[in-house]
Nanobody, 124 residues
Framework: QVQLVESGGGLVQAGGSLRLSCTTSGRTSSNYVMGWFRQAPGKGREFVAAIRWSVGSTYYADSVKGRFTISRDNAKNTVYLHMNSLKPEDTAVYYC?????????????????WGQGTQVTVSS
C-alpha cells in the first residue's frame, strides 16, 4: 500500500521561505508522478506543481512559477516543495499526491494517493 507522509509546514512572514517534504513508500515502480496541491479555506483543491519521478521533469501552476520549486531525492523517496517569496494568498493546507504513469495532471481526481496535508500560513 502506498503511503505519503508530509512535513515542513508552518507560519512565515510574507516574502519568506518554507520547504515542504513528502516521503513515499510502498511503490514498486518508478513510473509515477508526484504532485503538490493546496486548499485554502472555502476553496477547492488547487494544483501547485508536479514532477515525473523517473526523469525529474517538472510542471508548475502559473501562480507559483518562478517562486516555487519541486524536486525529488530518489535515495530518500522524498519529494520537496521549496517555496520562496511567499505571499498571504499562498496560505493553505498543502497536500502531496501520487498518480501512476508519466503524464502530469492538474486534476486532483486523477491522483490515487494523498498525504495528510500540512498547514502553511503566510502573514502580511
Amino acid at each position: 500500500q502506498v503511503q505519503l507522509v508530509e512535513s515542513g509546514g508552518g507560519l512565515v512572514q510574507a516574502g519568506g521561505s518554507l520547504r515542504l517534504s513528502c516521503t513515499t513508500s510502498g511503490r514498486t515502480s518508478s513510473n509515477y508522478v508526484m504532485g503538490w496541491f493546496r486548499q485554502a479555506p472555502g476553496k477547492g483543491r488547487e494544483f501547485v506543481a508536479a514532477i515525473r519521478w523517473s526523469v525529474g521533469s517538472t510542471y508548475y501552476a502559473d501562480s507559483v512559477k518562478g517562486r516555487f520549486t519541486i524536486s525529488r531525492d530518489n535515495a530518500k523517496n522524498t519529494v520537496y516543495l521549496h517555496m520562496n517569496s511567499l505571499k498571504p494568498e499562498d496560505t493553505a493546507v498543502y497536500y502531496c499526491a501520487q498518480r501512476g504513469g508519466s503524464f502530469y495532471s492538474t486534476n486532483s481526481r486523477e491522483y490515487d494517493y494523498w498525504g495528510q496535508g500540512t498547514q502553511v500560513t503566510v502573514s502580511s
